[in-house]
């Protein structure tokens, strides 16, 4: 073989070597991401622990909206809703309310480890910072599971037609994860910028009541003003709302599709949690 045979040859073998070796490396370091996150996830759970009322007292708007405000306007069957009983059609917003104002509020507790230092050691710490906005968003998750048992309690008690197949069940608790992760994430980006628990608490409910409204939780799109459809398809809850519909009711049917609303709701946490990342390390300043 000639001598530039045999560097070719080196050349091929060496930059196989070099990609062999290089996949162990992002196998490993994807492994870190994962474990770190499901590291900082566990933390923030384990305060849920401690504090299991936190459940049942954020349970009482959403029953209050089902027992009361579903019953009456089930009875008064003012709003269309393509056949099914109002309630039914009301129950998967109820769920998805229920997750955000969990969520949105979410944020106030990076300002108060901000004040006990507990951001300046996780900022010390080799932890990846999309690992820690993406932890606290999948525990934002875990307390929404907790609500979903606690909806479907009460749409049991008052007779919501529910889809039980397994494959439903686990479609709904993802949307669940989804949802609360979006919004615990977006509120986490809000105290990072307003740094201080009155403007957060301020502008949390401020916003709150605007993205229940403008999606389809406890009326359909077909009802919307055309401007208000408009803001309605901007608005991450209505996908939410619509995968839950789908997949929660019995013959639930959905307007756009839950793989398009999957799709939506995971490019939007990929977007925040991205600006969260960089906007946490804001807080301490």
Known sequence: MIPQERGEMRGVSGSAST?????????????????????????????????????????????????????????????????IRYLD??????????????????????????????VHKFLASPTPRPAIVLGKAVSAGIRG?????????????????????????LGVALTVILGAALFSTLSLII????????????????ITMPLFFASNAIYPIAMMPDWLK???????????????RSLMLQHGVGVYGFWYDFTVLIVSIVILVSIGAKLYPRVVN
């Open 145 to 169: 599971l907790m609500q979903a048992v606690v909806i479907y309690l009460l749409a049991l008690l008052v007779h919501v037609k529910l889809n039980w197949n397994p494959f439903a069940l």
């Open 230 to 244: 408009a803001v309605s398809r901007a608005n991450p809850l209505t996908y939410e709302v619509d995968a839950l």
């Open 19 to 83: 990609g062999i070796a290089a996949r162990p490396g992002v196998l490993s370091s994807a492994w870190a991401f994962i474990t770190k996150t499901a590291v900082i996830a566990e933390l923030e759970v384990r305060k849920l622990r401690h504090d299991p009322t936190e459940v049942f007292t954020r349970a009482v708007q959403p029953a209050l909206w089902l027992l009361i405000f579903g019953e009456v306007f089930t009875r008064a069957r003012a709003i269309p809703t393509g056949g």
């Open 89 to 118: 059609f009301m129950a998967p917003g109820i769920l998805a309310q229920s997750v955000l104002f969990i969520a949105i509020f979410y944020g106030i507790a990076i300002i108060w480890e901000r004040d006990l230092g507990i």
């Open 191 to 206: 105290a990072c910028i307003v740094k201080t628990r009155e403007r957060f608490m301020g502008i949390g409910q401020v």
